[in-house]
């Protein structure tokens, strides 16, 4: 946990008008604790599966669990979680020995059985292929409203981009599961402990009335279960009393929607809220102004980066994505708005990549004189670039997003912002779609986990239709496929050579960074992600 000093009093002379922090977990034994966040879900779901965002990340582990988990109280390394162990049969098999005693949220056991029926066809595949890797499936980011049995027609495309090339997972015995691909892949691990690998209750899951209504109250292993969830308002969680990692340490978890960082500091101050989270620099002061609370957080493993749409026809030109790179001064933006809370990247990878990090790279330099030149060169006439924004969905979004766009002026660019209300209006087709915000999370140790997710066959990007480059695709096969460890890391390196440079697919911008206000005597640690940890071992007694 980052405890972050105090800069000064600017908030004092309105901090006395504020009533006293209720800090509902000192009341009692087993406290209740209510967290105000910016968003709670970007779909009208709890599942993984339509549920890939930030925002789910954050909230996911407490009602749903992997069975390789990582650990939030140090340095997200693997640790056993679901499974006790686990091993590596050949290159394409791994084999888990499942924890015993583990219960669902409706008291059944978990089993092989359910294990199997989280990553088969009825829950995640349908009737997609393993043999798939190098194949396009559309996806929509639509809302799903339909109350069916059937899978949504995002799910079998999420799926595969997140195990392009399972076969199966065998039932070995009632304890003991194998995890077998069609392909060889290094990263099998990392795969069964990223969002979207969550173990659910196949008995529950076939019981419920609707795909939707599984999707909005999931059955998992969780400290917590949920009690209710309303769409863009309110996610109310309660303990699990069977939790196998012991006795959660609060009766009722609550996750409310408040888009106003501004309402959210005020609401934290007031006592209103236990938690706020997403805060910026700036908010600091008014909340250590309060003695009794302090900021906890800091760099997580999440990259903020700015899409492209290169079929776009004022972006079709890749010296005109070239311009738009160098541009952008990555550094001033971290400087000013972050007030040195976080750093710029070594382009779109992080350093828990051990091997595969690429520790000599950058992203393009800052030369604004270069943007012209390249501008030139294309034959840019100043033709409009819209600019799809939401409004901070991310930390000092619309903030980053003013200055880029008077950086990109000065360059001769004409970039136009256009507020938009969700995702889909971000990704909606119709029309001029440009640029817009994104972020690269590193879900596991490998750079398969960001490249090939978001730029390659089945990546994010080429599903909703901005991207795609031949070779990246096929760079994409390496990563995923050969087991040569040097190999890997050439073919890593001339994939960011490609999307960061010659055919960019996106611009780094900052390295994110988490900042939650709450109080001192709270002894909570912030995890270096997105996700909250609210079991045992991290609310000590």
């Given amino acids: 946990m980052l405890l972050l000093p105090r800069r000064g009093f600017l908030a004092m002379s309105g901090a006395a008008a504020l009533a006293a922090p209720r800090l509902s977990f000192a009341q009692s034994a087993r406290p209740s604790l209510t967290v105000a966040v910016q968003k709670i879900a970007t779909s009208n779901t709890l599942d993984p599966l339509t549920e890939q965002s930030n925002v789910g990340t954050r909230i996911m582990n407490s009602y749903l669990e992997c069975l390789i988990g990582q650990n939030y109280q140090d340095k997200l390394q693997p640790v056993p979680r679901l499974a006790t162990g686990w091993r590596r049969i050949d290159d394409r098999t791994v084999e888990l020995e499942l924890r015993r005693g583990v219960k669902f949220h409706n008291g059944d056991e978990m089993t092989a059985a359910d ?3 989280s990553f088969s066809a009825a829950r995640m595949f349908g009737d997609t292929t393993p043999e798939g890797w190098d194949r396009t499936i559309a996806v929509s980011e639509e ?4 109350r069916s049995k059937e899978l949504p027609p995002q799910v079998p495309a999420v799926s595969r981009r997140l195990w392009p090339s399972l076969l199966q997972v065998e039932i070995v015995g009632d304890y003991t599961v194998r995890f077998v691909n069609a392909t060889p892949d290094v990263t099998m691990e990392g795969r069964i402990m990223a969002l979207g690998s969550q173990i659910i209750s196949r008995r529950a899951f076939e019981e419920a ?27 109310v969680l309660v303990a699990h009393e069977e939790y196998f990692g012991g006795r959660p340490p609060l009766e009722e978890l609550r996750f409310v929607q408040v888009p106003e960082a501004s309402q959210r500091v005020n609401g934290v101050r007031a006592g209103q809220y236990d938690m706020a989270c997403d805060l910026t620099p700036d908010q600091f002061d008014t909340v250590t102004a309060d003695p009794r609370l302090e900021i906890a957080g800091g760099i997580i493993n999440n990259i903020r980066v700015t899409n492209f749409d290169k079929h776009d026809t004022a972006l079709a030109d890749p010296r005109v994505r070239q311009a738009m790179l160098h541009a952008v001064d990555r550094q001033l933006i971290v400087d000013q708005l972050w007030m040195g809370q976080t750093v710029v990247p070594k382009g779109d990878q992080f350093e828990w990549y051990g091997d595969m990090y690429l520790s000599d790279w950058a992203a393009p330099a800052y030369d604004p004189q270069k943007s012209k030149e390249l501008l030139a060169a294309a034959g840019y006439k100043g033709e409009p670039i819209p600019y799809r924004l939401l409004n901070d969905y991310y930390t000092l979004q619309v903030n980053t997003a003013q200055v880029m766009v008077e950086m990109w002026n000065q360059a001769g660019l004409n970039v136009e912002i256009e507020m938009k209300e969700n995702w889909a209006q971000i990704w909606d087709p119709e029309g ?4 817009h915000d994104w972020s690269s999370g590193g879900s596991f140790p490998d750079p398969v986990a960001t490249q090939p997710n978001q730029w390659g066959p089945q990546g994010q990007a080429v599903q ?5 480059n031949d070779e990246v695709n096929r760079l994409c096969g390496v990563l995923q496929t050969s087991t040569d460890r040097a190999a890997r890391r050439q073919a890593f390196r001339r994939m960011l050579e490609i999307v960061e440079y010659e055919d960019p697919a996106y611009g780094v911008i900052n390295q994110n960074a ?7 005597s709270l002894a909570w640690k912030a995890a270096p992600s997105f996700a909250m940890d609210f079991r045992p071992a991290n609310w000590p007694a």
């Fill in 115 to 117: 294990v199997a029926f």
């Fill in 143 to 146: 809302r799903i409203t339909q």
């Fill in 209 to 235: 009335p609707s795909w939707l209504d599984f999707a909005r109250s999931p059955v998992g292993t969780g400290p917590y279960k949920v009690a209710s969830f309303t769409p863009d308002t309110e996610l």
């Fill in 432 to 435: 001029t779609r440009g640029i």
């Fill in 464 to 468: 909703t239709g901005e991207y795609g």
């Fill in 514 to 520: 988490t900042f939650t206000a709450k109080a001192k």
